[in-house]
């Protein structure tokens, strides 16, 4: 079982999707294929998981840092 992520860049910063597949030989050939039965699904979970958390990674990295604020600029109301 594998993952493709794929970033798309977005006028509200980027954006990921991700496809799932799983390999197979049927005879001699490799194959692919995007249905997922009892034997694959924890697998599958564990994938999504790991593609989870590597989206969120890159979403801290290229979120913007917070401005810093002076003390005066806080002023009670």
């Known amino acids: 079982v594998s ?3 794929w970033r ?3 006028e509200k910063g980027p954006m990921f999707n ?3 597949q799983r390999t197979y030989k049927d005879g ?3 194959r ?3 249905s997922f039965g009892q034997k694959t699904l924890l697998v599958l979970s564990f ?5 989870f958390e590597w989206i969120a990674s890159q979403s801290r990295k290229s979120a913007p840092l917070p401005v810093p604020r002076k003390a005066e600029d806080n002023v009670p109301y």
Not at 47 to 51: D, L, M, S, V
């Open 28 to 30: 001699d050939v490799w």
């Open 32 to 34: 692919n294929a995007a």
């Open 3 to 5: 993952a493709s992520i």
């Open 8 to 10: 798309q860049e977005t």
């Open 47 to 51: 994938i999504a998981a790991r593609a």
């Open 18 to 20: 991700v496809t799932f």
